[in-house]
């Protein structure tokens, strides 16, 4: 038994592995365009800033160690074909320029997701780069030696934006963000906007929202990036405006795509082509919330989704089934975590609901205690029946108020029960009452209130 699978990053991986580990006997190769596979995405803003010391930490594995397991991984090759009715996939050597054909019983395919470069005037200058690969990195990091800039611009406000805009402004740059529409962190609500605006400025960075690019000058090198209302001299550019999945192998392959423009498959992962698995990036699962058909690409997401596709591709049966995702996530912006999970509000109301929110700007931990400080927590709930639709967060405490919000949502919890759960209470740890249950409380009330005739409002 045979299985390829395509694509060597968080996904393929662990499919990979995962078949091992269930079928000791079976024939594993990975093809990986990018020179290394396993490597951590998540890591490289904290490697631009030096935060994480060497690039080799963030390769969790080396092709070598995966040949310790009898996988062999074939970096620098890249899939440009599959035939599914003959079960084999035409291969390019990039390092040789040889072509060849493999076969597979069954395959995986794990292609991610591709940064985006918009066509803006200038964007192939010199100095204007994005970020997804190690090798990104790897280029960013060269021109940072070589030119030592002093003022770079980040474009988009997406947490990737301005995940890098920290680690740039660590290694002592002049730092300006640039965001199109009229806030940054947009997958959350207008007060976790203005909370990471204030955030970015408090450390000097600039930030414009509201404003377009429209053109990176410079001879050779990037000099300056104009927009609606300015321009701005920089060094460097960051180009961070969001991915588009890897799916063109697959659709040309016959492969069904879903609603969201990434491969369709079922709750075992399986693809609308027998013998074929896909997973990660590249596949469209469910909003466990909407219940609507979802491209959430996450880092902890394509690991689970790769550990089904794995299991069931190793098993040739539909042994383990991936529900869906919650879409839960978060992201640090100096001193700020920015947690979320199911709903924002924009969200549930283009799913349909009607919504009733309560947000508080809590403690901590018990506000006597030293270092006591806010953070923010939003919850949202269903008008109709008062299930918790969504949860967002923000300030330090964040990443444990969403976990408790997404474990709430997940057992599909309501807001009444959120008033009397039972959380852990310590004065270095929390207040007494958790801002969790301080904001069901609230909630509660503006339910209430609804009950005897007046309409709950924010
Ligand atoms: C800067 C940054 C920060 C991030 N931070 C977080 C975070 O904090 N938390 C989080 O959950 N997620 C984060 N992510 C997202 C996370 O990294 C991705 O969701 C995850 O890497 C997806 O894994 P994947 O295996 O599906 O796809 P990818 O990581 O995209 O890997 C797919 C691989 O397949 C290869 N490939 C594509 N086509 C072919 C082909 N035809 N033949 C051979 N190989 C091919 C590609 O070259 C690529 O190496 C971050 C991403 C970036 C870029």
């Given at each position: 038994m045979r299985l390829v699978v395509v694509g060597g990053v968080a996904a393929g991986t662990k499919a990979a592995s995962r078949a091992r580990r269930l079928d000791p006997e079976m024939e594993i190769t990975i093809y990986q365009e990018?020179?290394?596979?396993?490597?951590?995405?998540?890591?490289l803003p904290y490697l631009l800033s030096g935060?994480?010391?060497?690039?080799?930490?963030?390769?969790?594995?080396t092709p070598e160690k995966f040949a310790k397991n009898d996988i062999e991984v074939l970096v620098?090759?890249?899939?440009?074909?599959?035939?599914t009715s003959g079960k084999k996939v035409s291969v390019l050597?990039?390092?040789?320029?040889e072509a060849f054909e493999d076969t597979y019983d069954r395959l995986v395919i794990a292609t991610g997701a591709r940064a985006v470069l918009p066509?803006?005037?200038?964007?192939?200058?010199?100095g204007v780069f994005k970020l997804r690969f190690l090798t990104d990195s790897d280029e960013i990091g060269r021109y940072i030696k070589e030119h030592s800039p002093k003022k770079a611009t980040i474009v988009g406000g997406g947490y990737i934006g301005l995940e890098v805009a920290e680690n740039l402004c660590r290694l002592g740059m002049e730092v300006s963000l640039i965001e199109g529409?009229?806030?940054?962190?947009?997958?959350?609500g207008r007060e976790v906007s203005d909370r990471v605006e204030a955030e970015l400025a408090s450390h000097g960075v600039g930030v414009y929202t509201g404003e377009r690019v429209e053109e990176f000058t410079g001879?050779?090198?990037?000099r300056s990036v104009k927009f609606g209302s300015a321009e701005l001299e920089t060094d460097l550019v960051i180009v961070g405006v969001g991915i588009r999945p890897n799916v063109e192998l697959a659709a040309e392959a016959g492969l069904e795509i879903g609603t969201t423009g990434t491969i369709r498959i079922d709750r075992h992962m399986?693809?609308?082509?027998?013998?074929v698995w896909a997973a990660g990036d590249c596949v469209e699962t469910t909003?466990?919330?909407?219940g609507r058909p979802a491209w959430v690409p996450l880092g902890d997401t394509a690991n689970q989704m790769g550990r089904v596709a794995g299991t069931n591709a190793a098993t040739?049966?539909?042994?383990?089934?991936?529900?869906?995702?919650?879409g839960t996530g978060i992201f640090k912006v100096f001193d700020l975590a920015v947690g979320k999970t199911g709903l924002s509000e924009r969200e549930a109301a283009e799913a349909g609901f009607e919504v009733v929110s309560a947000g508080l700007d809590a403690y901590?931990?018990?506000?006597?205690?030293?270092?006591a400080s806010k953070v923010f927590l939003k919850l949202i709930a269903d008008?109709?029946?008062?299930?918790l639709l969504g949860a967002e967060s923000a300030g330090r405490g964040a990443a444990k108020l969403t976990d408790i919000c997404a474990t709430a949502l997940w057992g599909g919890l309501s807001y009444p029960d959120l008033v009397n759960i039972d959380l852990a209470y310590s004065p270095p740890y929390g207040p007494a009452l958790s801002p969790v249950i301080q904001a069901a409380t609230i909630l509660s009330g503006k339910f209430e209130r609804a009950k005897e005739g007046v309409r709950a409002s924010e």
């Open positions: 990018e020179p290394e596979p396993s490597i951590s995405e998540c890591g935060v994480v010391g060497k690039r080799e930490n963030l390769v969790a594995r620098r090759h890249r899939v440009e074909k599959i035939d050597d990039l390092k040789t320029g066509p803006i005037p200038g964007a192939q200058l010199e529409e009229d806030r940054v962190a947009l997958a959350y001879e050779g090198r990037v399986k693809t609308s082509t027998p013998d909003n466990l919330v909407s040739g049966e539909d042994t383990l089934e991936f529900p869906g995702v919650l901590d931990r018990a506000a006597y205690y030293p270092g008008r109709a029946t008062g299930r």
